[in-house]
């Protein structure tokens, strides 16, 4: 099988030139230089997104609470916050002498507008903020949020999307897409910046902890090209960016540090788990079958090449609901796999339909080769690049293969677990893991630790996915910086980067 892998990946493991980057702002000491692997989206305070655009709006828009690497949460422009007994209200005591870079002050009536504006926008984010039903201001340092019902993820969605602080006067202003003001480290450069190109952020003078900045100035180069971005970092013209396991040796030999983190997982999602376009899905033996019929050390080796670690869980180490035994529930077999689909009543297999992903192209022939291995016969529908969220959140497809980072355990769960999570894609109503859910929602402290560890070997038991490995995000700075890698986003944020001593 390790010589139909290789031959087959074979084209992945190939390398293209690629031209240098030029920089409209050059770097120097006291910049910090980033290549980042996608473009902004858009500052405006409703449309902000985490994972790579992260890093493009936390240098101007600071939040209420902060994740640290490890994914605890400390005091930010929020400097206290408190629940009630039940869970029902989170009051938030807030830092005093903070202004907006316009002159604006933070108080909490920027708090609820900035909060109301997210709730009420048509951001992807606005889920963040969804279960706050009321905001009541206090005093100028003291708000109440008041829940609708109990949100296990609201503390650590303060400490993104859902906590970022803008002025108020630029919420829903013409012009703060391109263009933010906020209250943070850095200070968007508007004239020296080039939508698409690089985007440049000179430090704030008046930030309340500008010590926990090192760098005078940030500049971020979209650069989507992976040989581009090393070439880039090889130079000297950035001083980090996002690279790739086949690249570590290159890096490596041009003395460039290599940083490691698993926050994503890739695998395959078996969404039709009630059977109404594929019935065998219906059958947690058959789902169970196809956790054991794919060998995720041997595509670990190959594609990624070492760099991750196998697992049959969704969860990381740092969640609560992380289950140590459940990295090895499913064997590599494919004889018992098809001894399972025979006790399922498909001894001859059946036929699956599946996207074919340009991201995950290489992955198919590796994919059909597995399957048909136990008898399952894949048909291919071609996914536009553009489309590829769309069409897979249609719930046409009954599995497919993909990859998700990790945000938070309540999230991972919000995003999975509920008929109208925007990823269980065919909308089941799995009343088992209902249950949990629920129950988790409204419990504290170590009960509700135990609830997401059930609700986890729930999901592994009944085979809701077949995770292939961890995938390690391999990211790349020079001697000269330091970086911390974020446990809860694939990019780290501009505070866990310092300059090496």
Known sequence: MKSVLASMLAGVMMLSASPSVMAQVANDADTLALGALLDNNSFDRAQLLIGHQMQYWSPVLDTLLVREADGSLSPNMASEWAYNGDNSVLTLTLREGITFTDGAPFDAEAVKANLEYLKNGAGQNSFMVAAVSEIEVVSPTEVK???????????????VVGGAMASPATLGVEGAASNPIGSGPYIYDA????LGQQYVYNRNPDYWNAEAFDFDRVTITPINDQVARLNALKSGQIDAGLSEARAVADAEANGLVVNRIDVDWFGLIMADREGKIVPALADPKVRQALNMTFDGKSILEFVELGYGRLTDQIFPTSSEAY???LDDVYPYDPEAAKALLAEAGYPDGFEILMPELANFASFNPIIQKYLNDVGITVKWEKIAPNATIPELRSGRFPAYIFQFGYQGTWSELRKFGYPESPWNTSKVADQGLLELIDQAQYATGDRQIELYKDANRYMVENAFFAPMYRRDTIYLTNQETVVEMQS???????RNYSKAE
């Open 191 to 194: 004239d020296n910046s080039r």
């Open 488 to 494: 809860t986003n694939v990019m780290p944020p501009i």
């Open 323 to 325: 289950v140590a035994e």
């Open 145 to 159: 949020l008041h829940l609708g019902e109990p949100d296990p993820s609201l503390l650590e969605n303060l400490a």
